[in-house]
């Protein structure tokens, strides 16, 4: 088996109020990134807008596209919107995933699993978008087994149709943002105390990868990106009321706590709060 890389970021997924991608994108654009256009998800149930970073990596505003109460009870519409991976999470960043080498044969989760010993991941399954010229995307899935890791452990997508499709990195204007982010500097998972050396044995199995560790209860492992500065996931317990009291809204586990965005101008370093979401800005010492 030859080696497939299982810590390269692909994007990270910002849930929106339902049918309102719109005005989330222009609350994007307010904090300087610039948001592309996405589209309809195959399964018609979601749609999306992107911004894609010159770390190769981007992240997606996603919503519903109807209420659950918009389909006929009973109906395959309505079950699959009841059964959505994100249909109880609540806004805000809610998933990550990494790159899938879009292969049945050389699966990720049968690497994942056989670090692990056991079954952390479902066999991979198809998915796919219509872009917004129309032109059919279509990838493979891997997705922890258990629910209550959905935006713990990442997910996978592999392409079968070529990534260049799906995040349009060319032309250059489409990776340049006015707040001057360059990439993904990291994404931080909370995790309530008693779960988290479990969780952080499974990400470590996950990534392939032994984490850092402090005495606080952090860890930390290296995430590939296309640039050459250090991106890290990060797990660690709450230290403070304003982090428990992020994880009992949610009611699980651990959860994405924020997401830090490398920068080049200094004056936009810092946190900032979208309505749903933490984001922290942190200055690219690299010219």
Excluded: C
């Excluded at 009973?74 to 998933?95: C, F, I, L, M």
């Amino acid at each position: 088996m030859s080696f497939v890389s299982t810590n390269r970021l692909d994007h990270v997924v910002h849930l929106t109020p339902v049918a309102s991608v719109q005005e989330t994108t222009e609350q994007f654009r307010h904090l300087g990134f610039n948001v592309l256009s996405g589209g309809t998800h195959e399964d018609q149930l979601t749609a999306n807008a992107l911004v894609v970073l010159g770390d190769g990596a981007y992240f997606e505003l996603i919503s519903f596209t109807r209420n659950v109460s918009d389909y006929p009870p009973g109906s395959p519409p309505r079950k699959a919107r009841e059964n959505h991976r994100w249909a109880s999470q609540k806004p805000g960043w809610v998933d990550y995933g990494f790159l899938g080498n879009g292969s049945l044969t050389e699966r990720i989760s049968d690497i994942i699993d056989a670090r692990a010993g056991r079954k952390l991941y479902e066999p991979e399954f198809h998915g796919g978008r219509k872009n917004p010229d129309g032109q059919v995307l279509e990838w493979l899935i891997t997705s922890a087994v258990e629910a209550d890791r959905i935006g713990v452990l990442p997910f996978y997508r592999g392409d079968i149709i070529s990534r260049k499709l799906r995040v349009p990195t060319s032309p250059a204007s489409n990776i340049q943002h006015p707040n001057t982010a360059v990439g993904f500097s990291h994404i931080h998972v909370l995790s309530r105390e008693e779960d988290i050396v479990k969780i952080a044995q499974e990400i470590t199995h996950t990534v392939g990868h032994e984490p850092k560790t402090t005495e606080m209860m952090t860890f930390s492992w290296p995430i590939q990106t296309d640039a050459d500065f250090d991106s890290r996931l990060i797990l660690s317990a709450p230290s403070n009321s304003e982090e428990r009291e992020f994880l009992d809204e949610r009611n699980h586990a651990a959860a994405i706590y924020e997401i830090g965005f490398r920068v080049k101008d200094e004056q936009k370093q810092g946190v900032v709060m979208t309505p749903h979401a933490r984001i922290v800005f942190v200055l690219d010492q690299k010219k």
